[in-house]
């Protein structure tokens, strides 16, 4: 059971929005501003796609965007295009103890 | 550019030591940032393992802490992650990253089985 909890399927048609959300504790995300979102497609190592709640790396389109409110962050990707359709995982800061927790993973399906 | 990679071999025998090895060029080990261990069950989610720093300041999963070793050797540019008593619910694919309060830079994975 992972520490941080997504949906597990999501989906929406191409030029939709579709939200991704991931509930931790506050001893996570209720507390630290170091939620990440990482893509992964089939067979390729995950790529972080936003990190401290809503910054992009370099190279991110502008459609990804990140938010967090209380105990849950969210993911929203706009303007779904067929490559966006992958495995997404949150992740945040636990403190010292725990470090890292990741949440276990939500399939995103372009319709 | 930052690039990462993962050496070790692919199986494991039940109740032996898992090791690996990422090799890390085109960012010096020493240069701040934490360098870290995540892995994944086939078909299943992400799980972070540990992160050190180049002066060997680690962080472990609270859930593997009994287990896992990282080290870092400044000299290659290389960490490195043991984990001992191995059993088939440690068999994954082993990432290693640029770690942190996240991880911006991947290496490609490895997949360690454990099986006799």
């Known amino acids: 059971q992972s520490a941080l909890t997504q949906p597990p399927s999501a989906s929406g048609s191409p030029g939709q929005s579709v939200t991704i959300s991931c509930t931790g504790t506050?001893?996570?995300?209720?507390?630290?501003?170091?939620v990440s979102w990482y893509q992964q497609h089939p067979g390729k190592a995950p790529q972080l796609i936003i990190y401290e709640v809503t910054k992009r790396p370099s190279g991110v389109p502008d459609r990804f965007s990140g938010s967090k409110s209380g105990n849950t962050a969210s993911l929203t990707v706009s303007g779904l295009q067929a490559e966006d359709e992958a495995d997404y995982f949150c992740?945040?800061?636990?403190?010292?103890?725990?470090?890292?927790?990741f949440g276990g993973g939500t399939k995103l399906t372009v319709l | 550019q930052v690039q990462l990679q993962e050496s070790g071999p692919g199986l494991v025998k039940p109740s032996e030591t898992l090791s690996l090895t990422c090799t890390v060029s085109g960012s010096s080990i020493s240069s701040g940032y934490y360098w870290g261990w995540i892995r994944q069950p086939p078909g299943k989610g992400l799980e972070w393992i540990g992160s050190?720093?180049?002066?060997?300041?680690?962080y472990y999963s609270p859930s593997l802490k009994s287990r896992v070793t990282i080290s870092v050797d400044t000299s290659k540019n290389q960490f490195s992650l043991k984990l001992t008593s191995v059993t088939a619910a440690d068999t994954a694919i082993y990432y290693c990253?640029?770690?942190?309060?996240?991880?911006?830079?991947w290496g490609h994975g490895t997949l360690v089985t454990v099986s006799s």
């Open positions: 992740s945040s800061y636990a403190g010292s103890n725990s470090f890292r927790v």
């Open positions: 050190i720093l180049h002066s060997g300041s680690t």
């Open positions: 990253a640029r770690d942190g309060y996240s991880s911006d830079h």
């Open positions: 506050s001893s996570d995300i209720g507390v630290f501003n170091y």
